[in-house]
């Protein structure tokens, strides 16, 4: 069964970092592109980036680039979402996803077959 | 840059009947529309691929068709289970942005 295992909800202040962790199970984890969308209260979903763990190849959103860091770590199947200094902005629930994969190139541009639980952050002072 | 519109932005349905929503794309994306459905408190969740193939366990009461712009997911007999948050997705090239959503709630 394929997972995505999300770390727990997370409270920080301003200014403070952060990383938060998708880890993946139930599947070949290095051949799947993995994506981080965001959901700020009451609104939508936000393509923030997405990252291929074999290569670590990355491809961010207009709105992301620079605000944010995704890697991964293929060796224990988990990918991260990485802020340096959070901002009261970036109160949200984060979801990470897998992206569909056809045959035996993937590119980053198919569906999300697979969702995390999310993981809620609130930043306040 | 394509540009998803989703509507009605609310749509009121008793349950038993029959809801459309619609998606339209700025510019053409073929026919790679996905559709997912959110329920408050949970991650989204794959309904349809391709502009009309069902995902996975997806019951036969969701279908989704269209091409180009102009996308349609129907859902035949709204059962409780289904008052949500529905939003397309299209994936002709990254990245696949999604529709601003609608709220299928009870009528």
């Known amino acids: 069964e394929v997972q995505l295992v999300q770390s727990r909800p997370d409270v920080k202040k301003p200014g403070e970092s952060l990383q938060i962790s998708c880890k993946g199970s139930g599947y070949s984890f290095t051949n799947y592109w993995v994506g981080w969308v965001r959901q700020m209260p009451g609104k939508g979903l936000e393509w923030m980036g997405i990252?291929?763990?074999?290569?670590?190849?990355?491809r961010y959103g207009p709105s992301f680039e620079g605000q944010v860091t995704i890697t991964a770590d293929k060796s224990i199947s988990t990918a991260y979402l990485h802020w340096s200094s959070l901002k009261a902005s970036d109160t949200a629930m984060y979801f990470c996803?897998?992206?569909?994969?056809?045959?035996?190139?993937?590119?980053?541009?198919?569906?999300?077959?697979?969702w995390g639980q999310g993981t809620l952050l609130t930043v306040s002072s | 840059e394509i540009v998803m519109t989703q509507s009605p932005a609310t749509l009121s349905v008793s349950p038993g009947e029959r809801a459309t929503l619609s998606c339209r794309a700025s510019?053409?994306?073929?026919?790679?529309l996905a559709w997912y459905q959110q329920k408050p408190g949970q991650a989204p969740r794959l309904l349809i691929y391709?502009?009309?193939t069902r995902a996975t366990g997806i019951p036969a009461r969701f279908s989704g068709s269209g091409s180009g712009t102009e996308f349609t997911l129907t859902i035949s007999s709204l059962q409780s289970e289904d008052f949500a948050v529905y939003y397309c997705q299209r994936y002709d090239n990254w990245p696949g942005t999604f529709g601003p959503g609608t709220i299928v709630d009870i009528k």
């Open positions: 510019q053409s994306v073929s026919r790679d």
């Open positions: 391709d502009a009309s």
């Open positions: 996803a897998r992206m569909y994969c056809s045959g035996s190139s993937c590119y980053p541009d198919y569906y999300f077959d697979y």
């Open positions: 990252i291929y763990p074999e290569d670590s190849a990355t």
